[in-house]
């Protein structure tokens, strides 16, 4: 589903006809009122736009977008960004259909995401396309990913391999150790490190299906596990642990995927998987026993959950702190 969220148009009409916040959330509300409530404020707001000469869907392959604003949804953009990582190829298969696909992360320094390529393009992965160099990719289509938005290319999707005139950040600068900040000063769309207590977790079944070849999340159809990449497969398990961390100034929710969610609980999924079969509600009680009061080092990307419009922390790496470590870098602040 493709949806722009309400700040993001008000901000566009904000900038585009220079009127105040207050008086076209006022113009919102009006629209609302005179379609008796059968429309959200979102779609009155696009009404509102489209009224005053702002074009919220004009063709994006005509104009680069910063990776911090891909929604899920858009078309034929266009984006720029150094590569960062690259993952090999790999060949799938659904039904008679079959072919490769390969992917790469890139950064503008605004965001990250990934760019998922198909088929004749993969051989450009780790060959043509490699780790610092800069991309700019045309026509791409914007999917919900795991992790944000993906990008991915079609038949009329073009890149270009480190296009002249473009600037960016160094790979360095892209890579460079999270900024420590305190929970109350976490902005949307910044990676940073946190350094704060659990004061509480979920106590829900953190298991989800994912497929064995690529590890993306699976969806059921008719009793079958399918992949949209791979066909129907016979699923492993993946598990993502919510808890709420506090460092005095804030608390934030935080979600843990995978390996740092193992990390964080100290147990690995087989094992997890098996005690949680025998006694859900006893096992989680147990893990929470274990993580609450506890005090932890998280580096992760600061995000705006759709459903309730809060901020939460995608949480890429968490450990305990090492005293060591934590009294070099006061002493580095202190010579500041």
């Not at 949806?3 to 900038?15: A, G, H, N, T, Y």
């Not at 993952?87 to 298969?93: L, N, S, Y």
């Not at 843990?256 to 098996?274: D, H, I, T």
Request: with cysteine; net charge neutral.
């Amino acid at each position: 589903m493709f949806q722009i969220p309400l700040e993001d148009i008000v901000k566009r009409i904000k900038e585009e006809r220079g009127l105040e916040e207050e008086k076209i959330l006022e113009m919102i509300e009006r629209k609302v009122s005179e379609l008796k409530g059968l429309v959200t404020k979102e779609g009155a707001a696009h009404i509102v736009a489209n009224e005053l000469g702002v074009q919220l869907l004009e063709d994006m392959g005509r104009k680069e977008l910063q990776l911090k604003n891909l929604i899920p949804g858009l078309r034929n953009v266009t984006v720029v960004g150094r590569v960062l990582r690259v993952f090999e190829g790999k060949e799938w298969q659904k039904g008679d259909r079959k072919g490769k696909v390969a992917s790469f992360i890139i950064a503008d320094g605004t965001g990250k995401t990934r760019v998922t390529v198909w088929d004749k393009r993969v051989d450009m992965v780790g060959k043509d396309i490699k780790e610092g160099d800069i991309v700019r990719i045309h026509f791409g289509f914007v999917k919900k990913g795991n992790y944000g938005p993906e990008i991915h290319l079609r038949e009329k999707s073009k890149i270009e391999v480190n296009p002249e005139g473009v600037e960016l950040p160094s790979l360095e600068e892209l890579t460079k150790k999270a900024e420590r900040l305190m929970i109350k000063d976490l902005q949307e769309g910044l990676r940073a490190e946190i350094r704060a207590t659990v004061v509480d977790m979920a106590m829900r079944n953190p298991f989800f299906e994912v497929c064995p070849k690529c590890g993306k999340r699976v969806t059921q159809e008719g009793g079958e596990f399918v992949c949209e990449r791979h066909g129907r497969v016979e699923p492993a398990y993946s598990i993502a642990i919510s808890v709420i961390f506090d460092d005095g100034t804030g608390n934030i929710r935080a979600v843990l995927f995978g390996r740092e969610a193992e990390r964080f609980l100290g147990v690995k999924v087989p094992e997890l998987f098996e005690e949680i079969e025998k006694d859900m509600e006893g096992t989680l009680k147990k893990l929470a026993k274990r993580v609450l009061g506890k005090e932890f080092v998280v580096v992760g990307d600061v995000k705006r959950n759709d459903f309730t419009g809060f901020l939460e922390l995608i949480v890429r790496s968490v450990r305990e702190p090492n005293p060591v470590e934590e009294a070099k870098d006061l002493i580095e602040e202190l010579k500041i």
